[in-house]
Each structure stands twice: as C-alpha cells, then as structure tokens.
T-cell receptor, first 114, second 112 residues
C-alpha cells in the first residue's frame, strides 16, 4: 500500500513570498488533514477535509493560509504571504474514518522562511 | 497551561532497559489516547491507541490510561537502538470533533 505522498520535501523562501505544498493521500482515504509542526512541538491541526468538504479549519490562519481538496483526492496548502513564524514542518495525513485516530502521515514538507 | 503536557527529554537508556514515557492532560473530555513514534525527518507513525481507562499491550509496547489522574503512559520493554525516536502522545474527544491534540513529544535515545 502506497503511503501519503507530499512534495516538496524542503522549501526555503523569503518572508512575504508565497508557497504551496501538495499532498496525495492513501487511495480510498476520504479524510485528509494538514498539520503544522513547529520545532520542539507536537503537530497542530490546521485543516481537516472529509472528501472535498472542510470539516474543521478553526486553527487555520485564514488571512494567509488557504487549502483546497479538489475532487476529494489531492490537496494543496498555500501560504501567502509567509512570515518568519511559519517556519515549520507541514504534515499531511489521511484516514479511512473521520475520527483521526488511525491517520497515516506523510514525511512532511520542511519550510524555512528567512 | 497546555492541554497536554509531555516531558521533552531527552531520555537516554541502555539497550534492554524498560522505558516509561508519560503524558498528563487537563481536559477530562478526552476519550481516546494515542501514542505515535516519529523518527527524525519522518512523519509520525501510530503505535497504538486506547479507549478510556485501562491497559493495552502490543508486543513490547504497553499503553496505560488513568483517567482519574489524567495521566497516560507508554512502556517499552527490552528497548532497542531502533526505538530511538520522538514519542508523541495524542488524545481526542468526540465533543471536539475527534480532533487530535498532541503533546510536544519525548526524545528517546537507546544506547547499544
């Protein structure tokens, strides 16, 4: 079974620039999550999709972050404009069920904002 | 106060030792309790989850939940160098949409 695929693995941008991350979940997984993991902290949920609908985006900084999941499969997360404090690993995860307990994580995209 | 507290370590043990990793939490609504392992530059990997109080065993790993004390533990028996990783606890509650709330993680180093 192929895992959750994310790209790019690493990205370095200057503050105020924009950046986008891509995620391809495990085939058949209806639920997709984007997490932000700042160095030394646990992952924090940014947004959760059920198919192509948003279930929870309460912790997404909507003035600069946006996410979409077209056709209920792949997803992109965008930051525009980036701030220094956005430096983190952005993890995508997917699960068969909506509960999130048995989510499978991708390797993440490490973003550095300079 | 954070909802989930976890000692960041690092915890350094010799190979073969029994390891105890712990988390405390403040929200009594949490019902499901998970342990993830995260190797360097990798995503978290689910080790096991427990519902409510009690113990659960899977091979060398045992998870314990004490809801009365708001305290959960993960024990690793016969620890191996390959167990060296960051261990994250996470928990969820139905009334909060089952959103996972993670601890900061404990770095474990098993020396051969």
């Amino acid at each position: 079974e192929a895992g959750v695929a994310q790209s790019p693995r690493y990205k370095i941008i200057e503050k105020r620039q924009s950046v986008a991350f891509w995620c391809n979940p495990i085939s058949g997984h209806a639920t997709l999550y984007w997490y932000q993991q700042i160095l030394g902290q646990g992952p924090k949920l940014l947004i959760q999709f059920q198919n192509n609908g948003v279930v929870d985006d309460s912790q997404l900084p909507k003035d600069r972050f946006s996410a979409e999941r077209l056709k209920g499969v792949d997803s992109t997360l965008k930051i525009q404009p980036a701030k220094l404090e956005d430096s983190a690993v952005y993890l995508c995860a997917s699960s068969l069920v909506r509960t999130g307990r048995e989510a499978f994580f991708g390797q993440g995209t490490r973003l550095t904002v300079v | 106060q954070k909802e989930v507290e976890q000692d960041p370590g690092p915890l350094s043990v010799p190979e073969g030792a029994i390891v105890s990793l712990n988390c405390t939490y403040s929200n009594s609504a949490f019902q499901y309790f998970m342990w993830y392992r995260q190797y360097s530059r990798k995503g978290p990997e689910l080790l096991m989850y427990t519902y409510s109080s009690g113990n659960k065993e899977d091979g060398r790993f045992t998870a314990q939940v004490d809801k009365s004390s708001k305290y959960i533990s993960l024990f690793i028996r016969d620890s191996q160098p390959s167990d060296s990783a960051t261990y994250l606890c996470a928990m969820s509650a139905l009334e909060y949409g089952n959103k996972l709330v993670f601890g900061a993680g404990t770095i474990l180093r098993v020396k051969s």
